[in-house]
């Protein structure tokens, strides 16, 4: 189970260029990792806007933001030129990355499949804060709030 405190898991994926991603690479400053089900639906997008408009306010807090989901490479490159998102999108086509964070179960009506969650990971890897059942609107802020008193 992943929790406070507990080690973030690892991860390597690629982002809508083809570049891979690892855990690793972020050691040093927060990372805010953030799961969402699909690329250009609604909260999706809700979401991806709203951390791509705070990013320079997260960063300067001392934090990045990736977003995980299923979608290809492909579709994240579609859905970051739509609306010119900043946020680095990761692309886990396996749900192997998505099922490590305990991302993925049971969505009620829309059956199995990943669960809109996130995760800030401190400088060394380790689990800061879990949002476990995240409403689009306003998470990004709320994040944002979360870092600067950490």
Known sequence: MVEVGSKAPAFSLKDSSGKVHKLADYKGKKLVVYFYPKDDTPGCTIEAKDFTALLPEIRKAGADVVGISKDSEQSHCDFEEKY?????????????????????????????????????????????????????????????????GV
Not at 85 to 104: E, G, H, M, R, S
Not at 124 to 134: A, T
């Open 84 to 148: 010119k998102l900043k946020v680095t999108l990761l692309a886990d086509p396996d749900n192997k990355t998505i099922k490590a964070y305990d991302a993925y179960g049971d969505k009620g009506i829309f059956g199995m499949g990943t669960i809109r969650k996130t995760y800030i990971i401190d400088e060394s890897g380790k689990i800061l804060k879990v949002y476990p059942r995240v409403q689009a609107i306003g998470h990004a802020k709320a994040v944002l709030e979360e870092i600067r």
